[in-house]
């Protein structure tokens, strides 16, 4: 009824072990996860430090719009006026003073300096947001190139022993003298050409995984899911190019054309006068010959500008903000055509990936495997030539990493377009 004595420490080894590895059981599970394309995306946006950057810049700007926007510090004078350096002291002159003074300056345009700063975070803001998406979709392409690398590896190596059956078949059929050495050497030449494209596939797939672990890091080496995204539809052109306007790359630039406006207003400000008032008291110490004490003084003062040499400061200030205000105009306008021509370009693209997909599933695809089965049966009844069986062989083979290739492409389609037309993650 009882464990034997001699079990017991066995047994409680047995249990701290499973107590110490089974909470690790999950997290080694965890890193042999197939790796899906909706979280390699996620990792890759997971502090992405491009739009990190970008928006810590734009905080720095909120910062400067802040104080931009504040009166600067006032200026105190503290002085000893009027001393008599021939005789006498503090008290013999009248006008002796202990003098304190206070300077408060009103610059021009901190307003609107303030709001060229919010502008310019804001382009910043939406910059970060278009360089998600443009990460998000090169962390797409990047899985997708690595997706069908190996699949198209796979299909190589499962198509491999048929190319050998064919050797073995030929051989065969020479040895008895019902076919020539020729065909023996064109399977053998098929064959290596096969697996020369073996080893190019698995330096492709390779490739494609180090240009993920740009955004993944480590996580790009975990095995690939075997599926691809469900992305077979997409809305209408038209509905595309609406969702093209609030693109955050577009949003950006507008917010570039405001920032660029709000500098030629302050060139504009900066050519009329500013302005500082100046406060200060005197103190003088003695007494009248009536015997009464000297009076204080108080003194008040205004600064105004002269801008009478404004022609190579202030009029050069407002011609180059002019110019650059020009320039972000035709940089935002270049933009919206290159994005409207990319977004049309894509679309066609997708529409023909469409056709030629439902073209390879009802049609190609079935061609090429009859085309198979009948030029094979056809050479072991003697009644067709060997050249053909490699061609349909191989037809066969190229058509359907033809067909993996239209589903991948058509996957990275869908990706530009999402980025394009922000269309759901």
């Known amino acids: 009824m009882f464990p034997d004595v001699g079990r017991v420490p066995r047994f409680f ?41 970008l928006l810590d ?14 009166l600067p510090d006032p200026m105190m004078r503290v002085g000893l006026a009027n001393y008599p350096i021939s005789g006498g002291g503090f008290t013999t002159e009248g006008m002796t003073q202990a003098q304190l003074g206070f300077r408060q300056a009103f610059p021009r345009a901190r307003s609107l300096e303030s709001d060229q700063f919010e502008s310019q975070a804001r382009a910043l803001t939406f910059n970060a947001d278009a360089r998600k998406r443009d990460v998000l979709q090169a962390t797409r392409h990047a899985w997708l190139d690595t997706y069908y690398a190996q699949q198209a590896e796979a299909l190589l190596t499962e198509s491999r022993p048929f190319f050998a059956d064919l050797v073995a078949i030929t051989r065969s059929l020479y040895s008895v003298g019902r076919k020539s050495q020729h065909d023996v050497l064109r399977a053998d030449l098929e064959l290596s050409r096969l697996d020369d494209r073996l080893i190019e596939t698995s330096r492709v797939r390779e490739s494609s995984r180090a240009m993920l672990s740009r955004w993944l890091g480590a996580e790009a080496y975990r095995p690939l899911a075997m599926t691809l995204p469900a992305w077979q539809e997409v809305p209408a052109l038209e509905q595309l190019r609406e969702r093209l306007t609030a693109h955050p790359a577009l949003a950006a630039a507008d917010a570039g054309v405001g920032a660029r406006q709000a500098a ?9 006068p500013g302005w500082a008032l100046d406060v200060g008291y005197g103190y003088r110490d003695g007494y009248l010959p009536s015997g009464e004490p000297r009076s204080d003084f108080v003194s008040v003062a205004v600064t105004v500008d002269l801008p009478l040499f404004s022609e190579n400061r202030q009029d050069r200030r407002l011609a180059a903000a002019l110019s650059e205000r020009r320039a972000a105009l035709n940089t935002q306008a270049d933009l919206e055509a290159r994005l409207g021509s990319e977004l049309n370009a894509e679309y066609a693209r997708w529409q023909d990936l469409v056709r030629r997909l439902e073209l390879y599933e009802t049609r190609l695809l079935e061609q090429s495997r009859s085309q198979v089965e009948a030029a094979l049966l056809a050479y072991q009844s003697d009644a067709g030539d060997f050249a053909d069986v490699m061609r349909a062989y191989i037809d066969d ?8 290739h239209l589903q991948v492409d058509q996957a990275k389609s869908y990706a530009v377009l999402a980025n394009l037309g922000g269309l759901e993650q």
């Open 57 to 70: 810049s734009a905080d720095a700007l909120q910062e400067r719009a802040v104080a931009a926007g504040q």
């Open 264 to 272: 030629v207003r302050v060139a504009e400000e900066r050519k009329k």
């Open 13 to 53: 080894v047995f249990v701290v072990v499973v107590t110490l590895f089974c909470p690790a059981i999950p997290a080694a599970a965890q890193q042999r996860l197939p790796l899906t394309i909706t979280e390699a995306g996620d990792l890759a946006l997971a502090g992405e430090p491009g739009a990190a950057a």
């Open 397 to 404: 083979l190229n058509a359907r990493i033809a067909y993996l």
